[in-house]
């Protein structure tokens, strides 16, 4: 291990004599030890042995000089650093239901589901955060708006009547006002007491025949949103989820006669799902939203008409971690000696929550519950403390100290004793009682029995891809399915010994405590346990609220991705809720009183790379070609990525534009590649519901201030690179 990237400081080696110096100290000491010895040539076997003992030396000496780096990581093990376990990855699970339930239903925490198992690959286990309710919609209001501000609002809920578990009218609704325009609003008001939070709704619509809308159905220009508290989240996951095709009912036959149109709205609620008043109307908000029209998308010229509308809850998503949790392991039987030491059966262990810890049994006692602490220096002898090493998968028992000062103290105790009589001593006051012995940690008596509850996992092998995890481990009533719509995100591996030198010193000035931009940034990345990669401290603009902080931040990725030409999608590094909870509940605690804390995530600016080459003689076969084509695309991904790229292949850095220049300067380093042709730059931005390639190149894409670049691999969105082989002949007409 190399530490190249500290501070260069003067440094002496213990022993700097090297091969050629031992060689010729050898032959300068042969005169006077073996004066009859007069052939120094190679070809003496003399010779041979002094060289092979001298390079010997040399080996020993090298390895005597790496005395300096294993002092530092004792001063690393001085100061209390430990490398940081794997951080687990997170998913969002969706259970879907067999039937619908008239009561609500509890998925309990700790459900598990794992991906499929392989010949080659074992299966990758999730298990669910908290308790998954599944509840019973009740609509309190049906309202329709004008604009997006939501203070005018219409009632339309006098004109509905509850039917068993539906809502129906006897006439014609129209969801939208005479002449819709974007803005223009259907709003749902579900009852605020209902335990909706995560819940997959079903709404059924019925139509009426023969109303024309206007639209594509086939792309209407609507979106169905929620309101979490902060702001409106899309809730429709695709647009096969809606078959009233934005409310246009395509007219349909059934045994021959005209039936009355139908269709359903599957809609995906956030699992923050707070209740909010708007205009004196104070539930759960969901509403379907006119957007405007594309150019090749037209507007509803018409409103859309509806007769009857039916709820159901089908299921419900809820969020999960990649772990095995492991109920009251046995570790052994105390001893009742200080300092015991437990081997832990599975490592690496993830982060305790509650309810994970250690429990002790005495024998003929009830069980205690012990406390992880971490470190002895505050625990007293009857503190039932101890200490875990996450990545080993240790469990430490408080250790007897001696103290420095004990020898002498025990001197003086012993001369004290010797002049006071017995009967004249405290009770308790003993040659015992001044022994300087201090115990760290209460020790569990003789014969107790210690079991501990853990999770274990974690890893980048957790960034498993969308539509995997579909296997229940236990049998769960009334669900038919599992799966995860989206790729589980923020797993890492456990942290290197690089890495922990490299946050020693953000450690030693911090001391634990955020004041300064690099104490957030440094203390953002320890709080969230590896599961971020980056943070950068914003800074303060004119807008921003005095005594606030910003902390920009980019979760931890599957590079793997990268080496099979696929890219990371800039939705992969968003930060999940329990992420954002807990580095904000670990910054919390360590930032100063009346300092505001905000995190936020980039502006991601795709980037699309059309390049022309020209490929050496050697490498015209269509097996190298193809294989150098494939290491053009995973340099690319590579270097235009958060987290593998830039000049230092460290991240993009923040604000820094992209010029043609730069992937000319990349694609040279690329060995096969003779000629390079054209480079184009196609900018690919979000508009709020996919991203849109642009159909004209730039000179450069610039991110802005705080932007990040990022490229990947999507057909339909068009957003991958595209490189083309130009033949010899092709390069000699142009030229």
Not at 47 to 62: A, C
Not at 465 to 481: G, H
């Amino acid at each position: 291990m190399e530490f190249d990237f500290l501070p260069e400081l003067p440094s002496s080696r213990l022993d700097d004599r090297s091969f050629d110096d031992l060689v010729e100290e050898c032959l300068l000491r042969i005169p006077r030890y073996c004066p009859e010895w007069t052939d120094h040539n190679l070809s003496d076997p003399g010779i041979t042995l002094v060289e092979l003992f001298s390079w010997l030396t040399d080996q020993m000496l090298m390895r005597f000089n790496q005395v300096p780096r294993k002092n530092y990581v004792a001063f690393l093990e001085l100061l209390g650093i430990r490398l940081q376990p794997p951080a687990s990855a997170q998913a969002r699970l969706t259970f879907y239901l067999s039937t619908n339930l008239l009561e609500d239903y509890t998925i309990p925490m700790g459900t598990e589901v794992a991906t499929e198992r392989t010949e080659t690959q074992e299966a990758i286990s999730f298990s669910t955060d908290r308790d998954l309710v599944i509840g019973q919609p009740q609509i309190k209001h049906i309202l329709s708006a004008v604009g997006d501000s939501l203070q005018s609002l219409n009632d339309h809920t006098g004109e509905w009547q509850p039917q068993q578990s539906s809502l129906a009218s006897n006439h014609e609704f129209m969801v939208f006002p005479q002449q819709p325009q974007p803005g223009h609003s259907f709003c749902l008001v579900f009852e605020p007491d209902a335990l909706l939070e995560g819940n997959v709704l079903a709404i059924h619509f019925t139509g009426t025949q023969g109303t024309p809308t206007g639209i594509d159905p086939n792309h209407p220009p609507r979106r169905w949103e929620a309101w979490d508290g902060e702001a409106w989240i899309n809730v429709l996951l695709q647009e096969a989820d809606d078959t009233t095709n934005g409310f246009s009912f395509n007219e349909h036959k059934v045994e021959g006669r005209q039936s009355e149109p139908s269709g359903e709205v599957t809609l995906h609620l956030p699992e923050c799902w707070a209740a909010q008043s708007f205009a004196a109307y104070r539930g759960r908000w969901l509403r379907c939203i006119l957007t405007e029209p594309t150019a090749h998308q037209p507007g509803y010229s018409h409103p859309p008409r509806i007769r009857t509308m039916g709820l159901r809850a089908m299921g419900g998503s809820v969020q999960a971690s990649q772990s095995v949790k492991v109920q009251d392991e046995p570790l052994g039987v105390s001893n009742g000696k200080p300092g015991q030491s437990f081997e832990i059966q599975t490592a690496p262990i993830l982060e305790r929550r509650v309810g994970e810890h250690l429990l002790v049994s005495p024998p003929g006692q009830p069980p205690e519950i012990w406390e992880e602490v971490e470190d002895f220096a505050e625990s007293g002898p009857h503190d039932r403390h101890y200490l875990i090493n996450s990545l080993e998968g240790t469990l430490q028992l408080g250790p007897l100290i001696r103290e420095p000062q004990s020898l002498k103290r025990q001197t003086q105790a012993r001369a004290y004793l010797q002049q006071v009589l017995p009967e004249e001593r405290a009770p308790g006051q003993d040659l015992d009682a001044q022994m300087m012995e201090h115990q760290y940690g209460e020790i569990p008596p003789r014969g107790a029995e210690l079991m501990f509850s853990y999770r274990t996992g974690g890893g980048k092998q957790g960034n498993v891809q969308a539509r995997t995890l579909n296997f229940l481990k236990t049998t769960i009533p009334y669900v038919a399915q599992v799966t995860n719509h989206e790729a589980a995100v923020n797993g890492a591996d456990a942290e290197s010994l690089n890495q922990a030198v490299l946050r020693a010193p953000h450690l030693l000035r911090s001391h634990d405590r955020a004041v300064t931009a690099a104490d957030f940034e440094a203390l953002t990345l320890k709080g969230s346990g590896g599961a971020i990669a980056r943070s950068k401290c914003l800074p303060t603009s004119a807008n921003q609220p005095a005594g606030s902080v910003s902390i920009c931040v980019i979760p931890q990725a599957n590079t793997d991705l990268i080496d099979r030409g696929q890219g990371i999608a800039p939705e992969t590094f968003n930060l999940n809720p329990a992420l954002r909870e807990q580095v904000m509940h670990y910054l919390d605690e360590r930032r100063l009183l009346g300092v505001q804390l905000q995190l936020q995530q980039p502006n991601y600016v795709g980037v699309s790379v059309q390049a022309e080459v020209t490929l050496e003689p050697a490498y015209q076969n269509p097996v190298a070609q193809a294989e150098i084509l494939h290491q053009i695309q995973v340099d690319l991904y590579r270097y235009l990525n958060p987290l593998t790229g830039g000049p230092e292949r460290d991240g993009w850095p923040f604000g820094r534009p992209v010029y043609p220049s730069d992937i000319m300067a990349l694609l040279q380093q690329r060995i096969g590649i003779q000629y390079l042709g054209a480079i184009l730059l196609f900018p690919i931005q979000y508009n709020g519901q996919t991203w849109q390639r642009q159909t004209t190149p730039v000179p450069c894409i610039d991110p802005g201030p705080l932007g990040l670049l990022c490229s990947w691999a999507d057909i339909h969105e068009r957003t991958g690179h595209s490189v083309n082989v130009l033949t010899p002949q092709a390069v000699a007409m142009r030229a």
